[in-house]
């Protein structure tokens, strides 16, 4: 089964940026759609962006959309979160997860159950 990991968090000050990276193992996140989910301590987890197979298909949740962007390499089977602007609110452990399907843009993208593999996440704090 594939593995995801992510890196690439830390401390950061508000309005500063980081970039975080997810990185496969195990299997290949080519043709699926793939996103990142974020919750904080006491919260939900909660989506953030999604990026189709579909080259420039993505989406974000509002709060997010100007600041950050989400891209993937599939030569290195890595997707990435270019996260600007950074703002307190966004502190939280931040998810990777893969489709369980290829070739989906469909159907609830934006809820967990839509993702059959998870990373283990990686903290972001956002200090004000």
């Known amino acids: 089964q594939v593995q995801l990991v992510e890196s690439g968090g830390g401390l950061v000050q508000a309005g500063g940026s980081l970039r975080l990276s997810c990185a496969a193992s195990?299997?290949?996140?080519?043709?699926?759609?793939m996103a990142w989910f974020r919750q904080a301590p006491g919260k939900e987890r909660e989506f953030v962006a999604a990026?189709?197979?579909?080259?420039?298909?993505?989406l974000y949740l509002d709060s997010v959309k100007g600041r950050f962007t989400i891209s993937r390499d599939n030569a290195k089977n890595t997707v990435y979160l270019q996260m600007n602007s950074l703002k307190p609110e966004d502190t939280a452990v931040y998810y990777c997860?893969?489709?369980?399907?290829?070739?989906?843009?469909?159907?609830?993208?934006?809820?967990?159950?839509?993702?059959?593999?998870w990373g283990q996440g990686t903290q972001v704090t956002v200090s004000s």
């Open positions: 997860a893969r489709d369980r399907r290829i070739y989906n843009w469909g159907g609830s993208y934006d809820t967990v159950s839509s993702y059959g593999s």
């Open positions: 990026i189709s197979w579909k080259i420039g298909a993505t």
């Open positions: 195990g299997g290949t996140l080519g043709n699926y759609r």
